[in-house]
Structures are given as structure tokens and as C-alpha cells.
């Protein structure tokens, strides 16, 4: 049996993660004008992820105990705009399996989503270097904080143009930081 270490592991990842972009997200040029088209079953699902990761940091006792009550109505609040952001979006896609990035509705939406998602991960990555936590919810937090950069790198990814995107090297694949979250991976 082969053995594979964390890092070989981590690489081939970043691979898988470059190889589901190309499914995200598609090109297409008519002269001087490119427009980006991106799959709403992925931004769905990336969307859903922002989402399960701010209920689950409210969820976490010590975490929402040093957020505060401001801190929690923040993250809650951020949930919140996440899912107007995509209703907002789906509601511009009109049935559609893609969207064009280039309307500027779908375009607001999008960079909505993905700072609101930042933002998380910004009040995660605080909490984490905050004392009076037990090794079993530094892990967690930790776990949750890497899956949410992973959901923010593959959204940068997205809208950059593939030579950006083959750059991109997050600290998991697409599948398990979605999975993390209770997310089905679209196909």
C-alpha cells in the first residue's frame, strides 16, 4: 500500500480544485469583448457553504460568547445577506444553468456573496487567536476557517482569468471544503 504525506495530499487537491474551475466558470471571446459565464449550481452551492459557516460559528458557545451580542448580530446578519445575495442572482439567472459575469447585477451579486464570505473568515481567523478555547475548538474553528478560504479561493478563481486560476492552491479541494458545510459538490 502507498503512503502519501499531508503535502502530496494537499498538491494533488489544489489539483482537483484547478480541474473543478474549469466546470465553474467558461470563456468565451467575440473580437475585442470577452464575457465570463458562470455556473449558478456552483456559486450555489458556494453560497450555501458562506451560509452554513456563519450558523456555525453562532453555534459554537465560547465562539459566540467572544463575539458578543454585536459580534453574533454581525455574523448573523452576514448569513443573511449571503442567501439575499444569491436569491438576488438566481432571481437575474432566471432559470439558467450560467450566468454572464459581465451584467451587472450578477456581478454585484456575486462580489456580495464572495466579501461577505470574506468578512467570515476575517471574524473566524479573530476568534481563533483569542485565548480560552479547548484544543477540540481551536481544531474545529481551524478546520472551519480553512474550508471557508478554500470556498473564497475557488470564487477568486472564477472571475480571474485561468492563468490566475491555475495559481490557486488552496489548503483543500473544492469537495471537502463544501462537505465540511454539509454541502453536495454540483457536478
Do not use: W
Amino acid at each position: 500500500m502507498t503512503r502519501y504525506s499531508r503535502r502530496q495530499v494537499l498538491h494533488a487537491g489544489g489539483a482537483g480544485c484547478v480541474l473543478g474551475l474549469l466546470t465553474a466558470c467558461t470563456l468565451q471571446s467575440d473580437g475585442p469583448v470577452t464575457s465570463l459565464s458562470l455556473n449558478i449550481a456552483k456559486i450555489q452551492a458556494y453560497a450555501q457553504a458562506g451560509y452554513n459557516f456563519s450558523q456555525m460559528l453562532l453555534s459554537i458557545p465560547v465562539v459566540a460568547q467572544q463575539l458578543g451580542e454585536a459580534g453574533c448580530a454581525f455574523v448573523k446578519t452576514v448569513g443573511l445577506n449571503i442567501n439575499t445575495a444569491l436569491d438576488a442572482l438566481i432571481a437575474t439567472a432566471g432559470g439558467a444553468l450560467t450566468v454572464s459575469y459581465n451584467n451587472a447585477s450578477v456581478k454585484t451579486a456575486f462580489q456580495s456573496i464572495l466579501s461577505d464570505i470574506q468578512m467570515l473568515v476575517s471574524q473566524a481567523a479573530n476568534i481563533l487567536n483569542t485565548q480560552g478555547k479547548s484544543d477540540s475548538i481551536s481544531q474545529k474553528i481551524q478546520m472551519a476557517l480553512t474550508a471557508a478560504q478554500t470556498i473564497v479561493s475557488l470564487m477568486l478563481a472564477m472571475i480571474r482569468s485561468s492563468v490566475v486560476a491555475k495559481a490557486v492552491r488552496p489548503a483543500m479541494n473544492e469537495h471537502e471544503a463544501l462537505h465540511y458545510f454539509g454541502v453536495d459538490c454540483p457536478a
